[in-house]
């Protein structure tokens, strides 16, 4: 039972552009949400939180968004640079789970000069 | 600050033999992790230390896998004996401390099974 969804397994877009990537979540439990940024062969990097108590966190290109009566949340990326071209994973946890993330399958960004 | 060194980096082995992968922490980082990462899937807690003591351990497979961290700081991981199943990229990450969700992961190791 996949507890954290990203349903769309890639996503192309032209640099300077928008980057939106999408996950979505089933256990009502979660209240902290992560997303991390993978380049190939290296370990998983934090990029960006946020609460359930907040919708909106924002840090300098990388916006997220959490709505949580629709169990979504989404990376916003403006704008989109070469360099941000990696697998970004979607995790969630809540109080009590001794920090235990639950991963989605990632989604593989290009961005194209 | 060093990272979270993890080794070897790449290993390959025949299904049923065995094999360990070590884990060096960031220094003063209470809370070790191991994940499993399948292929086309994202990564999977198999256990998460608290200094040299076990906080989760409930999705790792305990009639083949084992872990251990001794002195709260350097972990090994092995696996005995291997499966096919298990050809997965091992990461190991840490934390400062247990309720600290700002991992941070080793380049891990890609485990091929044969």
């Known amino acids: 039972d996949q507890q954290v969804k990203q349903n769309s397994p890639s996503l192309s877009v032209q640099e300077g552009r928008i980057s939106i990537l999408n996950c979505d979540y089933t256990n009502s439990m979660f209240d902290y949400f992560l997303w991390y940024k993978k380049y190939p062969a290296e370990g998983p990097t934090f990029l960006i939180s946020?609460?359930?108590?907040?919708d909106k966190n924002e840090d300098g290109r990388f916006t997220v968004f959490l709505n949580k009566s629709a169990k979504h949340l989404s990376l916003h990326i403006v704008p989109s640079q070469p360099g941000d071209s990696a697998v970004y994973f979607c995790a969630a946890s809540y109080t009590g789970a001794n920090s235990k993330l639950t991963f989605g399958k990632g989604i593989t960004l290009s961005v194209r000069p | 600050e060093a990272g979270v060194a993890q080794s070897p980096r790449y290993k390959i082995i025949e299904k049923r033999q065995s094999v360990a992968f070590w884990c060096n922490p960031i220094s003063g980082h209470a809370t070790l992790y191991w994940y499993q990462q399948i292929l086309g899937q994202g990564p999977k807690l198999l256990i998460q230390?608290?200094?040299?003591?076990?906080?989760?351990d409930s999705q790792l497979p305990k009639d083949r896998f084992s872990a251990e961290r001794l002195k709260g700081v350097d972990s090994t991981l092995k696996i005995q004996p291997a499966k096919l199943e298990d050809s997965a990229v091992y990461l190991c990450a840490s934390s400062v401390a247990q309720e600290s969700y700002g991992y941070t992961f080793g380049s891990g190791t890609r485990l091929t099974v044969v």
């Open positions: 946020i609460s359930s108590i907040k």
């Open positions: 230390f608290q200094n040299n003591g076990v906080v989760d």
